[in-house]
């Protein structure tokens, strides 16, 4: 039996400094919690009350990020998408105002073999709001082929495009998604986005971090980290060097 569930989170400035979190709800599968965060920040965690999604299911994730708000979302454990009849559908809607900051940092989506994920991430940006975005894609769980999986990751700036792109992987993608111009047989794949107002004035470099991993700007206030690995473990590493990078070039006013 497929699931329809939307989860979602407001928050709001308490007036103090803080943030306050007015609306925190769950549905199905899909379980939020207030959890510690390092101040100031506001931290919320997604708990996976069950297997999900299978293949049928429709979830969704809204996150309001009000003005002057501080707040961290991140996950207690990996998404694995499964087999079942027919699709699952997987939407996240991300807004952050002026003035707010917002960290969204899931662990990784695994698609497993006989699976098929149909994944879209929305993401409006008020004129001075930050945001520190990643995601990770693992093809298949240990010694397994991948699933289908398509992802489309669509960031407007000021009602304006900043980033629009979709990704395929596995049956039924188009040819030479694992070729050699591609991900070369490598099984994670990650990026990061920084979009962060520092960066009018000092825009990052392109550079390559080691091997299979770039960092590049993007036109407007924004620097995007791509990323791919052997494994989960591996792809970690590099976007948590990577975001290590970026944040010590923020906080010393130079270019990264």
Same mark, same amino acid.
């Given at each position: 039996?497929?699931?329809?569930?939307?989860? %979602?989170?407001?928050?709001?400035?308490?007036?103090?400094?803080?943030?306050?979190?007015?609306?925190?709800?769950?549905?199905?599968?899909?379980?939020?919690?207030?959890?510690? !965060?390092?101040?100031?920040?506001?931290?919320?965690?997604?708990?996976?009350?069950?297997?999900?999604?299978?293949?049928?299911?429709?979830?969704?994730?809204?996150? #309001? !990020?009000?003005?002057?708000? *501080?707040?961290?979302?991140?996950?207690?454990?990996?998404?694995?998408?499964?087999?079942?009849?027919?699709?699952?559908?997987?939407?996240? %809607?991300?807004? @952050?105002?002026?003035?707010? +900051?917002?960290?969204?940092?899931?662990?990784?989506?695994?698609?497993?073999?006989?699976?098929?994920? /149909?994944?879209?991430?929305?993401?409006?940006?008020?004129?001075? !709001? *930050?945001?520190?975005? %990643? +995601?990770?894609?693992? &093809?298949?769980?240990?010694?397994?082929?991948?699933?289908?999986?398509?992802?489309? &990751?669509?960031?407007? /700036?000021?009602?304006?495009?900043?980033?629009?792109?979709?990704?395929?992987?596995?049956?039924?993608?188009?040819?030479?998604? #694992?070729?050699?111009? @591609?991900?070369?047989?490598? %099984?994670?794949?990650?990026?990061?986005? $920084? @979009?962060?107002? +520092? $960066?009018? +004035?000092?825009?990052?470099?392109?550079?390559?971090?080691?091997?299979?991993?770039?960092?590049?700007?993007?036109?407007?206030?924004?620097?995007?980290?791509?990323?791919?690995?052997? #494994?989960?473990?591996?792809?970690?590493?590099?976007?948590?060097? !990577?975001?290590?990078?970026?944040?010590?070039? @923020?906080?010393?006013?130079?270019?990264?």
């Amino acid at each position: 039996m497929s699931v329809t569930a939307t989860a %979602r989170v407001r928050a709001v400035a308490d007036g103090r400094g803080g943030t306050a979190l007015p609306v925190l709800e769950s549905d199905g599968p899909l379980a939020l919690r207030r959890t510690r !965060a390092a101040a100031p920040y506001t931290g919320v965690t997604l708990v996976g009350a069950m297997s999900a999604p299978l293949g049928g299911d429709r979830l969704a994730v809204d996150v #309001d !990020a009000g003005e002057g708000t *501080r707040l961290r979302v991140g996950a207690a454990a990996a998404t694995v998408a499964l087999p079942g009849p027919g699709p699952a559908h997987y939407d996240v %809607r991300l807004s @952050v105002g002026d003035e707010a +900051e917002l960290h969204w940092l899931p662990e990784q989506l695994i698609s497993a073999r006989g699976s098929e994920l /149909r994944m879209t991430t929305t993401v409006e940006l008020a004129a001075t !709001a *930050r945001l520190v975005y %990643r +995601e990770e894609q693992v &093809l298949g769980r240990h010694g397994e082929a991948t699933g289908a999986l398509a992802t489309r &990751l669509t960031v407007r /700036r000021r009602g304006r495009p900043l980033l629009d792109q979709e990704l395929s992987y596995g049956p039924g993608a188009a040819g030479g998604w #694992d070729g050699p111009a @591609v991900l070369g047989g490598h %099984r994670a794949v990650g990026q990061l986005l $920084f @979009v962060l107002p +520092e $960066f009018e +004035e000092r825009p990052v470099m392109t550079r390559l971090l080691g091997p299979t991993a770039v960092l590049a700007p993007l036109t407007g206030p924004a620097a995007l980290v791509t990323a791919v690995a052997t #494994d989960a473990r591996r792809l970690r590493i590099l976007l948590d060097e !990577a975001t290590a990078l970026v944040q010590d070039g @923020v906080r010393a006013g130079q270019p990264t």
